[in-house]
């Protein structure tokens, strides 16, 4: 999630779980800790790889497997020092332990992959159920984290924090709600085309809940298709978008593609541009602009070899256009959608949004 949120979730965290009296210290003590984990993209600046930087991001300080031993590492630093900590071990030693690992169990449910159990060789999770900015998520720590600070130790304050906490975990609830409601939509839709079995995501567009873009990998590309809960009751409908299948193949042994294929689950489209391949992240943006794409090798006579890897900057983005599009989209259905293809191979005859 974005570092805003991770602040007034690890303070209304902290301070629903520390003693009421360090309640307002809590509160502060929660929103430094909650940002901890993300201090791992200030080394990540020294290297000028971008895959590097992206893929190193969400690994060490997010993992469950180290994190509680850098608790326990705080925790009896403070506890040393005597204060609030040495005073309440206890309690503090759970408010210290819940936020930090509450911090890569949040960043889960986005899109971009969160090394949950680094150092083993799993691939990162993504339950892809909020985009990295939503604003309804947000509100309740916000509100929660401001009136329990102005409220201090008096009783509503606490009332407050558990106010915060029951809406903030109910709405990561519904988020997950209504992506099972855009995969039964699209299970249809994919069975009647034959791809039933495809590998697929599904995430939430900019800010919202209620659009969805779903993404199958097909033989020769991928499907989108896209979801309004607010407003579309029939099948859900996919264009095809292709892929240069074969160079991808190819260029399996660059170091740059297998590491982009295991941070992405495979979710990646390549393309050949003036002999250079092109990877792009189809999880992050949609047809035909992605947030991260990047050139990775170039072809030889000995076949494709490693290059230095490049970001690829999309055109500037229109972000006020792209949200009155989105906010469109969720509540109107696009009239004479139709989709076509049996193999994944051939265009779908319209776009979904």
């Given at each position: 999630?974005?570092?805003?949120?991770?602040?007034?979730?690890?303070?209304?965290?902290?301070?629903?779980?520390?003693?009421?009296?360090?309640?307002?210290?809590?509160?502060?003590?929660?929103?430094?800790?909650?940002?901890?984990?993300?201090?791992?993209?200030?080394?990540?600046?020294?290297?000028?790889?971008?895959?590097?930087?992206?893929?190193?991001?969400?690994?060490?300080?997010?993992?469950?497997?180290?994190?509680?031993?850098?608790?326990?590492?705080?925790?009896?630093?403070?506890?040393?020092?005597?204060?609030?900590?040495?005073?309440?071990?206890?309690?503090?030693?759970?408010?210290?332990?819940?936020?930090?690992?509450?911090?890569?169990?949040?960043?889960?449910?986005?899109?971009?992959?969160?090394?949950?159990?680094?150092?083993?060789?799993?691939?990162?999770?993504?339950?892809?159920?909020?985009?990295?900015?939503?604003?309804?998520?947000?509100?309740?720590?916000?509100?929660?984290?401001?009136?329990?600070?102005?409220?201090?130790?008096?009783?509503?304050?606490?009332?407050?924090?558990?106010?915060?906490?029951?809406?903030?975990?109910?709405?990561?609830?519904?988020?997950?709600?209504?992506?099972?409601?855009?995969?039964?939509?699209?299970?249809?839709?994919?069975?009647?085309?034959?791809?039933?079995?495809?590998?697929?995501?599904?995430?939430?567009?900019?800010?919202?809940?209620?659009?969805?873009?779903?993404?199958?990998?097909?033989?020769?590309?991928?499907?989108?298709?896209?979801?309004?809960?607010?407003?579309?009751?029939?099948?859900?409908?996919?264009?095809?978008?292709?892929?240069?299948?074969?160079?991808?193949?190819?260029?399996?042994?660059?170091?740059?593609?297998?590491?982009?294929?295991?941070?992405?689950?495979?979710?990646?489209?390549?393309r050949v541009v003036d002999d250079d391949l092109l990877i792009?992240?189809?999880r992050m943006g949609n047809a035909p602009e992605y947030f991260?794409?990047?050139?990775v090798a170039r072809h030889a006579e000995a076949g494709w070899?490693?290059?230095?890897?490049?970001?690829?900057?999309?055109?500037?983005?229109?972000?006020?256009?792209?949200?009155?599009?989105?906010?469109?989209?969720?509540?109107?259905?696009?009239?004479?959608?139709?989709?076509?293809?049996?193999?994944?191979?051939?265009?779908?005859?319209?776009?979904?949004?």
């Amino acid at each position: 999630m974005d570092s805003i949120t991770h602040l007034f979730y690890g303070g209304v965290i902290c301070a629903a779980i520390a003693p009421k009296a360090h309640r307002r210290a809590a509160l502060l003590a929660g929103a430094a800790l909650n940002t901890l984990p993300d201090l791992d993209v200030l080394p990540l600046l020294l290297s000028h790889d971008p895959i590097v930087r992206m893929t190193w991001h969400r690994a060490a300080t997010h993992s469950w497997l180290v994190l509680p031993l850098i608790a326990w590492a705080i925790w009896w630093f403070f506890k040393r020092r005597g204060g609030r900590v040495a005073a309440a071990p206890t309690r503090w030693w759970w408010a210290i332990f819940v936020c930090l690992m509450a911090h890569p169990l949040l960043d889960s449910f986005t899109v971009y992959g969160t090394q949950l159990l680094w150092p083993l060789p799993v691939r990162p999770l993504m339950w892809s159920s909020l985009f990295i900015v939503d604003p309804l998520f947000t509100l309740p720590w916000l509100l929660a984290f401001l009136l329990a600070m102005v409220a201090g130790t008096r009783r509503w304050g606490g009332r407050a924090l558990a106010a915060g906490l029951a809406l903030g975990v109910g709405y990561l609830g519904w988020s997950l709600l209504a992506k099972a409601q855009v995969a039964r939509a699209a299970d249809s839709e994919l069975a009647a085309l034959g791809h039933a079995d495809a590998p697929r995501f599904s995430v939430p567009m900019p800010l919202t809940t209620l659009l969805w873009r779903e993404v199958a990998m097909v033989p020769g590309g991928y499907l989108e298709g896209f979801r309004s809960l607010s407003v579309d009751r029939g099948p859900m409908h996919f264009r095809f978008h292709p892929t240069d299948a074969a160079a991808l193949q190819a260029a399996g042994a660059v170091p740059a593609v297998q590491r982009m294929a295991w941070f992405t689950r495979g979710f990646i489209a390549a393309r050949v541009v003036d002999d250079d391949l092109l990877i792009d992240d189809l999880r992050m943006g949609n047809a035909p602009e992605y947030f991260f794409s990047f050139r990775v090798a170039r072809h030889a006579e000995a076949g494709w070899r490693a290059i230095p890897v490049a970001a690829v900057r999309s055109p500037p983005r229109d972000v006020g256009a792209q949200w009155d599009a989105v906010w469109q989209r969720i509540w109107t259905e696009p009239a004479g959608q139709a989709a076509t293809g049996n193999s994944g191979a051939t265009p779908a005859a319209n776009a979904s949004k």
